[in-house]
């Protein structure tokens, strides 16, 4: 047995701690077997026995405790050294970081329309069908929900699959005039090689009181703001279909990659479309008590237009966090 506590003092390891422990109170240990011994003394003699017995497990349970904590502190220090990030990687030839370019994007974006007087819009990411849908003139089973197929959590919540709601919680909270942008996050259950199940989106929205807006002046603003990001381009509005705005348009410009001659990019038409937009659908105004105004609106895909701004071909290299791209936009 005093062997058996010398060697708790020069254990080493944790692994080592267990087989003494093994060896003494074990099925077979030491102590084990000297305890089941008793049964065979009698008397006082027995009585001796245990109290010596009880005496050595207690100070074989008080010095193994006191190792194990010693060890495992060990262990763990050793653990952190070997682990510790190692700044003498970071020499001078080190890599500084660059803003990605969806976020650059996103910031040239919004440094135009806060140049502009625009108020900077948020919303939360998990939404309800109310703001998402139903005020966006998206009644429960519209056949335009499943334009964007939504991720749903239980209790009518959901993930954002567009940042419209934001129109809605500024004009319940606000009076017009709107002249408003919101941009961030929006999620959709896609995933191919156009497709992100998360991806980012800029919101304008404008709201005049009475009629004195009309289609012109949103043609006007977006042209001008599609000049100022991708320079000499044409602009072309098509007619389309969105549920919150009436008459509604899909934006193209001039494809920046061959310049309009038609390639595989553009699809040989030399125009490549960027964003949706529209006249505010009455039925919106209604949803959030505005009675007598007239307003346009937009969204965009930030991610679209850092490809295009960028010519970045594939949009997964956007997400792939290769440093490879990054250091390409120091
Ligand atoms: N929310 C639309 C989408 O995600 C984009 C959009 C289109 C927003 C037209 C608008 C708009 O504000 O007027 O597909």
Redesign the pocket.
Known sequence: MEDILISLDNCSSLEELEQIKVQILGKKGYLTSEFAKLKDLEGDEKKQRAEILNKLRDEFNDKFTQKQKYLKDEFIKAKAKKDAFNFAYFDERSNSGALHPVMSTMDKIIDYFLRQNFSLEEGPLIEDDFHNFEA?NLPKSHPARD??DTFYFIDKLLLR????PV?IRTMKQQNPPIRMIAPGA?FRRDFDITHTPMFH?I???VVEDGDKISFANLKYVLEEFLRYMFGDVKVRFRP?F?P??EP???VDISCVFCGGCGCRICKQTGFIEV??????HPNVFKNVGYKNVSG??????VERFAMLLHKIPDLRSLFEGDLRLLEQFK
């Open positions: 966006l334009m964007q699959t567009q940042t419209s129109q929006v989106q919101e304008m929205l389309s969105f919150f705005t509604s348009a899909e964003m949706g937009c529209g006249m505010v346009y609106a937009f969204g965009l895909g």
